[in-house]
């Protein structure tokens, strides 16, 4: 198992990265520097890649060494994956050879080395790397290979530039690796690297494919969990959780395809359901304090650029077509126009937040955190016993205060705007925990209840949609002296909407309430 902590530097910054003190303090000896090309191959429908399995041949001067990664995941920049390699006579692999060092680790993997497949594979990408390497021994005696690389990963004409560092664990203790990259974070910009240099030469082959179409969102939407009713609470947690990051690094927009509203979208939920979760097992496990303001920080810094995509891009787009215009002084079209620049300032700032130190510090630190499960270190034994409680006990009493909070909260939903507002709160984290615990209950019995809930959800956040925009509006009115009849009109408009969505969500309430809890 390959376990490696991946950050992405600024090529400016490469020249202080080699001369830091921190480096120089560990290493064991002058970096050593490699020039090194390789290809990657698949099969023409990429066999290997809907397998999880990446298939490389390295050159490094005359020897060439064929790798076969396959397995394991990412979170929070920690890399880990099951990889055999093998010398091989030139830069053509051997699945032969290849399905023999597999065949005692992972027969479902040895099977897709077949000489059907051997027969199929093909160059997909190639990569061009100036690789520099330190042998690190750190203070309390981790050993790390600490690496540079610079250069392209290309396929045909496209290419995406390489500047990143790799800090692999040879011996020790992982949580070595985030203190030594929270040490280099405090001189160096450095960034969270999700994408492997497979990944991204995946993203060129793709992209070659749809030439001058339109591009595709590359958003990721959260996938389903596993869990068992008998899994202890703790183990629940960490799945949760995990759910929760990877949907988060998916769609890290400062990662790829910073433009893409979508991904910004899935990356806030992701965010809100992490913190959904922490309030769910917030009993039994508390997050500390530091973390947990600096995840507020962050949703908050996503949520308001997707406040303004919302209001540029979906509710805007309920106004009327140009009979308005027609009226005197009034230009909904300049109001459309001024939201949606409003809205790349605000997500462009968002971009530059998610790139920053102070997010990729919080990454690390909670990363850190789950791995020295440090949860433990102030747990009692009350704390432990509840850790261990099975599941299916622990989800039944949360979802049933999920439930009362709902109804609480519900009857008072028609007093005021703000009520309808802690409604939402209420019904957005009893969908989330109901998500979560979905395989406890299975899909079909959950179906009823989770469509009630979520179409009540949806509604109650449509009417928020116009809260948000009239504050939102507001602001543009201020700063654009010139639009403010327009955007007063705009706002009479949707506040008027406002009040038309008030029995639909009372329809919704009723339909929700007849349904009966999962079992």
């Known amino acids: 198992m390959e376990t490696e902590l991946k950050l992405l530097l600024a090529p400016a910054h490469t020249k202080a990265f080699i001369r830091h003190p921190l480096v120089k303090r560990h290493a064991l000896a002058a970096p050593r520097i490699k020039d090194q090309t390789g290809t990657y191959f698949d099969t023409p429908d990429l066999l290997l890649r809907r397998h999880d399995a990446g298939l490389r041949v390295r050159r490094t001067g005359n020897e060439f060494i064929q790798t076969l ?16 390699e093998s010398q091989v006579a030139a830069e053509t692999p051997d699945l032969l050879a290849l399905r023999a060092l597999v065949a005692g680790d992972d027969e479902q993997v040895a099977e897709i080395l077949s000489d059907e497949v051997a027969a199929r594979i093909t160059p997909i990408f190639s990569t061009r790397i100036q690789r520099m ?6 203070k309390d005696g981790t050993e790390v290979e600490c690496v540079l690389d610079q250069g392209t990963v290309e396929h045909g004409a496209l290419q995406s530039p390489v500047c990143e560092i790799e800090l692999e664990l ?23 690297g999700i994408q492997s240099k497979a990944q991204r030469g995946y993203t060129l082959f793709h992209q070659a494919r749809r030439g001058d179409a339109a591009p595709i969102s590359s958003a990721s939407r959260a996938t389903a ?27 890290d927009i400062a990662d790829q395809d910073s433009g893409d509203i979508e991904r910004l979208h899935q990356m806030r939920v992701g965010l809100r359901r992490l913190r959904s979760a922490f309030s769910l097992f917030g009993e039994v496990i508390a997050l500390p304090a530091a973390l947990e303001q600096e995840f507020t920080w962050i949703a908050e810094a996503i949520g308001h650029a997707r406040d303004w995509d919302v209001l540029a891009t979906q509710t805007l787009s309920t106004l009327p077509g140009l009979a308005a215009d027609n009226i005197a002084g ?9 939201a949606l620049i409003q809205a790349r300032k605000q997500h462009a700032q968002a971009v530059e937040t998610v790139a920053s130190p102070r997010y990729t510090a919080l990454v690390l630190q909670f990363s850190r955190w789950l791995l020295q499960a440090g949860w433990r270190t102030t747990a009692t034994g009350d704390n432990r016993q509840a850790l261990e409680q099975a599941l299916a006990r622990f ?69 928020n949609d116009l809260i948000v925009a009239d504050a939102l509006l507001q602001q543009l009115q201020r700063r654009q002296a010139r639009l403010a009849p327009s ?6 408009f949707l506040s008027g909407q406002a009040g038309d969505g008030h029995a639909r969500t009372r329809r919704l309430w009723k339909k929700w309430q007849a349904q009966e809890l999962p079992r």
């Open 395 to 463: 989800a039944r009493q949360h979802l049933r205060q999920d439930e009362k909070r709902l109804n609480k909260r519900g009857a008072h939903m028609d007093e005021s705007a703000r009520a309808r507002h802690r409604t939402r709160i209420a019904a957005k984290k009893m969908r989330y925990d109901i998500e979560f615990f979905l395989a406890l209950y299975g899909e079909k019995k959950s179906r009823p209840y989770l469509k009630a809930l979520a179409r009540l959800q949806d509604q109650l956040g449509q009417q």
């Open 170 to 192: 040879k011996s020790g203790d992982v949580n070595a690796l985030f203190d030594f990259a929270l040490q280099l974070l405090q001189d160096l910009p450095l960034r969270i």
């Open 330 to 338: 009034i230009d909904l079209e300049a109001v459309r126009h001024a």
């Open 69 to 84: 990664k396959a397995g394991g995941g990412v979170s929070g920049g920690l890399h880990q994956r099951n990889e055999w």
């Open 133 to 138: 390497v330190w042998d690190l021994r750190l």
């Open 487 to 492: 955007v007063a009109w705009v706002r009479g």
């Open 225 to 251: 969990l596993q869990l068992a009713r008998k899994m202890p609470v703790e183990q629940a947690f960490l799945a949760v959780v995990g759910n929760c990051v990877a949907q988060i690094q998916a769609n």
